[in-house]
């Protein structure tokens, strides 16, 4: 609560003689009906219509300069009015409801050497895994001959909806706790060619409080090499390692590369331990220990100018039902083009997994006609085991649009479905957006 | 808390002088005119119609730094293969440059060489420029070292509109599954491209408005993961893939969904999602301890709740439900945690022998 004040003060200290290059405002005004199911008591769920009105808001600046560094200012928000039944996940216990979803001033200073950063944002970089924090993160790089070393910390709240709970199995935060904080050393070594050609490695830790114990203490490393002049073979990967239970909680590696220019090659892995993605302090973090395998590759390849096709294949290896292991598949395909003003493709997916699984078949298109456009997508999925009774669902979407002047568009969309949890959906949706980049901004 | 913010940016952005980007910046350019494949191929100097470009700091609009010879038969470079003078005009050029690119000190570092950068030229009749590729920049350890640490805007104007094709961060392949992963070392160089509000629309579950799908439905095109009837099919992409739900979803999300559909104990009315013999019927494959060493996270849907649960009633020390920790436990936990943690006393209430 107290950084609001100082946020707004450097907003109004980074006001005079500033000016920033890129300014994006964005408004998005659009109301949904539909059905969702709520269980009152009895037998069977009630039918119920949910009806929110939403409000967001969106402004960046970028590139400000400004006296002491270049600064970049953020701010997305929304508000919204549950007309109708309230929501499940407005996390309100009103029918009004609103959030930041994303604030923070940003400033790169030294010649860019540092950054520093305050407001809500997440922590992309190394071991964080994109935790979400009311706080501050900085990074500071220095060049030493060949190597560039460096250093980046950072320490905040946890970000929970409307603030309603930081504490970890109250939070919606997937960490939890009250306070989290971490660092990460790194040196990167760029060796000339091919652009990104160099080997990037790091350590770091975090650890998450709630109150004064421990949801999450680990430390960790990744690292991105690409060893080639003429090619952009990239390989990277991390793994975590949890303190407090002495185990790998999670690790992955990826390798992405051109092969041709029509041919584009990736394969991945990955490790977890699901019950280390718990809170510490949460008593179902000490029964269980099974781990979690994903392997595999995918393959895309522009057959034309404009179409591009694409199969993907993973194979799984997690825990048996009752002993051993179970090894599934994810497998997906797809097809995707543009042909002149309509874009258009094609999906099938199929998962399998030790309590169920699922065939998937997706299609959709897009025509641009001038200011208006149109579009459909249908998609249906069919089960292994029946869930709720029913084999399949199969749902789609139509929607229209007209392109208004001065940055405002409307949209109209319209879906409808059979699901195993109603019958028959149907759900509509109008919005008023409005999308404006401004250039060479004069901010006083 | 927010308003005074919000009273802060508007009273900023009340100052500004906006100027909406204007469609004429970002009109094509009339094609190209001239050929340079048979003049390469001539061994002609790019310095005959180029020479002003040694001393050409900056790229600047307007401001081709062409001179073609007018009457090639007569001039002593182009007579022996030109016999008469073609009328070929360089239209100007009216769009502002995107890059920023010092040609004097460059053009010294590489001796005067320009095919060191430019290894492909326009021809009569294109459309679009040759620029020099990416990596004549990065061929040079400084400019890697730029790229390593996202230092873009020294030369790049701006990257809107770029697409990372043919570099290091092609968003080619099944890119939706390792971006995460060329993200965790390269943070920087996503982010000179994309603010976090980008990020935000898939990553910050608890404070953004409304899934993706909802907001975007004509967006057909897009990545969404949570596309048509992802409430039927959701049980079984989190059995797949736990640690995908748990990068945006906390215990405490789910549960309030479970709640209000009735499904967790901690819903006003309540009906059992579990099979007849979840709690007592051992060796068969619905029997919960088991389905809880499997996939502990979706006990976490409902029974999350800290230090205490519902699973302590039976799992403590000498309850019915005997040691709930699975194998090894004990090799990575010492006797001293119990006394140590707080969570360890909720069933530990005696000092372990």
């Given at each position: 609560m107290r950084r609001t004040p100082l946020l707004a003060a450097l907003v109004l200290l980074a006001s005079p003689q500033v000016r920033a290059d890129t300014v994006e405002a964005s408004s998005t005004t659009f109301l949904?009906?539909?059905?969702?199911?709520?269980?009152?008591?009895?037998?069977?769920?009630?039918?119920?219509?949910?009806?929110?009105?939403f409000e967001i808001l969106s402004v960046s600046a970028r590139d400000i300069q400004t006296g002491f560094g270049e600064v970049e200012a953020v701010l997305s928000t929304w508000g919204s009015l549950d007309l109708g039944e309230r929501r499940w996940d407005s996390g309100s216990d009103s029918n009004f409801a609103g959030d930041v979803t994303t604030g923070y001033l940003q400033a790169r200073m030294i010649d860019r050497h540092l950054l520093l950063r305050v407001g809500r944002s997440s922590v992309p970089t190394g071991i964080a895994r994109m935790i979400q924090i009311d706080g501050g993160y900085a990074l500071i790089d220095l060049p030493a001959g060949p190597i560039v070393l460096k250093l980046s910390g950072y320490g905040g709240s946890p970000t929970s909806q409307r603030f309603r709970d930081r504490s970890g199995e109250k939070s919606w935060n997937p960490t939890g706790g009250t306070l989290a904080y971490g660092a990460r050393a790194a040196a990167a070594v760029p060796v000339k060619g091919f652009p990104g050609r160099g080997l990037e490695l790091g350590a770091g830790f975090n650890e998450v409080l709630d109150h004064s114990h421990t949801a999450r203490e680990e430390v960790g490393g990744d690292f991105r090499l690409q060893p080639l002049a003429t090619s952009d073979l990239a390989l990277a990967g991390f793994g975590t390692y949890?303190?407090?239970?002495?185990?790998?909680?999670?690790?992955?590696?990826?390798?992405?590369?051109?092969?041709?220019?029509?041919?584009?090659?990736?394969?991945?892995?990955?490790?977890?331990?699901?019950?280390?993605?718990?809170?510490?302090?949460?008593?179902?973090?000490?029964?269980?220990?099974?781990?979690?395998?994903?392997?595999?590759?995918?393959?895309?390849?522009?057959?034309?100018?404009?179409?591009?096709?694409?199969?993907?294949?993973?194979?799984?290896?997690?825990?048996?039902?009752?002993?051993?292991?179970?090894?599934?598949?994810?497998?997906?395909?797809?097809?995707?083009?543009?042909?002149?003003?309509?874009?258009?493709?094609?999906?099938?997916?199929?998962?399998?997994?030790?309590?169920?699984?699922?065939?998937?078949?997706?299609?959709?298109?897009?025509?641009?006609?001038?200011?208006?456009?149109?579009?459909?997508?249908?998609?249906?999925?069919?089960?292994?085991?029946?869930?709720?009774?029913?084999?399949?669902?199969?749902?789609?979407?139509?929607?229209?649009?007209?392109?208004?002047?001065?940055?405002?568009?409307?949209?109209?969309?319209?879906?409808?479905?059979?699901?195993?949890?109603?019958?028959?959906?149907?759900?509509?949706?109008?919005?008023?957006?409005?999308?404006?980049?401004?250039?060479?901004?004069?901010?006083? | 808390m927010n308003r005074t913010l919000l009273i802060a940016a508007v009273l900023a952005a009340a100052g500004c002088s906006a100027k909406i980007q204007r469609p004429e910046e970002t009109r094509a350019e009339p094609p190209y005119v001239f050929p340079h494949l048979p003049h390469v191929e001539g061994d002609v100097a790019c310095t005959n119609c180029h020479s002003s470009i040694f001393g050409a700091t900056s790229l600047d609009r307007n401001v081709r730094h062409v001179e073609l010879i007018t009457t090639p038969s007569r001039d002593k470079n182009c007579k022996d293969c030109h016999d008469s003078d073609p009328d070929i005009r360089v239209p100007a050029r009216t769009s502002a440059f995107r890059l920023r690119f010092d040609h004097k000190a460059h053009l010294a570092r590489v001796k005067g060489d320009c095919k060191v950068c430019h290894v492909k030229l326009t021809e009569a009749g294109d459309k679009t420029a040759s620029p020099p590729p990416m990596s004549a920049c990065t061929s040079c350890h400084n400019h890697q070292?730029?790229?390593?640490?996202?230092?873009?805007?020294?030369?790049?104007?701006?990257?809107?509109?770029?697409?990372?094709?043919?570099?290091?961060?092609?968003?080619?392949?099944?890119?939706?599954?390792?971006?995460?992963?060329?993200?965790?070392?390269?943070?920087?160089?996503?982010?000179?491209?994309?603010?976090?509000?980008?990020?935000?629309?898939?990553?910050?579950?608890?404070?953004?408005?409304?899934?993706?799908?909802?907001?975007?439905?004509?967006?057909?095109?897009?990545?969404?993961?949570?596309?048509?009837?992802?409430?039927?099919?959701?049980?079984?992409?989190?059995?797949?893939?736990?640690?995908?739900?748990?990068?945006?979803?906390?215990?405490?999300?789910c549960n309030a969904c479970h709640t209000v559909q009735g499904v967790t104990s901690s819903a006003i009315n309540v009906r059992d999602p579990h099979p007849k013999g979840w709690a007592t019927e051992k060796g068969t494959n619905h029997f919960h301890g088991d389905a809880a060493r499997r996939d502990i996270l979706s006990c976490a849907g409902c029974h999350d709740n800290g230090a205490s649960s519902t699973c302590v009633g039976c799992h403590q020390m000498g309850g019915v439900g005997g040691n709930p920790h699975p194998r090894a436990f004990l090799r990575r936990h010492d006797g001293e945690e119990p006394h140590n943690k707080p969570m360890c006393n909720i069933c530990h209430t005696h000092p372990l022998p």
């Open positions: 949904t009906v539909g059905k969702d199911t709520r269980f009152k008591g009895g037998t069977k769920p009630d039918l119920v219509t949910v009806a929110p009105a949890s303190l407090p239970d002495r185990r790998v909680s999670e690790a992955s590696a990826a390798l992405s590369v051109s092969a041709t220019r029509k041919l584009h090659l990736t394969a991945d892995w990955r490790f977890a331990e699901p019950s280390l993605l718990l809170s510490r302090y949460s008593i179902l973090s000490v029964f269980s220990a099974s781990t979690w395998n994903e392997f595999g590759g995918g393959v895309r390849y522009a057959f034309l100018r404009t179409v591009t096709g694409g199969f993907d294949a993973h194979a799984r290896i997690e825990p048996g039902l009752t002993s051993g292991t179970h090894t599934g598949v994810d497998l997906a395909f797809n097809l995707d083009g543009t042909f002149g003003r309509t874009t258009a493709g094609a999906e099938v997916s199929y998962l399998d997994s030790v309590v169920n699984g699922y065939t998937g078949l997706r299609v959709f298109a897009r025509r641009d006609l001038g200011r208006v456009f149109v579009s459909g997508d249908v998609l249906g999925q069919f089960f292994r085991k029946q869930i709720n009774g029913q084999g399949g669902a199969v749902t789609g979407t139509l929607s229209g649009g007209y392109t208004l002047t001065h940055g405002f568009s409307a949209v109209i969309s319209g879906s409808a479905g059979m699901t195993p949890y109603l019958e028959q959906t149907f759900e509509v949706m109008a919005k008023l957006a409005y999308n404006q980049t401004y250039r060479v901004q004069e901010v006083r | 070292s730029d790229f390593a640490t996202a230092r873009c805007t020294p030369c790049h104007v701006d990257l809107k509109g770029y697409l990372p094709v043919n570099n290091a961060f092609s968003h080619q392949g099944d890119w939706m599954r390792v971006h995460g992963q060329m993200a965790k070392p390269s943070a920087q160089s996503c982010a000179a491209c994309h603010d976090q509000t980008y990020c935000a629309e898939c990553h910050a579950a608890q404070t953004t408005a409304a899934l993706p799908k909802v907001i975007f439905p004509e967006a057909v095109d897009k990545s969404f993961i949570h596309r048509g009837d992802f409430v039927s099919r959701h049980q079984i992409e989190a059995s797949a893939n736990p640690a995908s739900c748990r990068t945006c979803h906390g215990s405490a999300f």
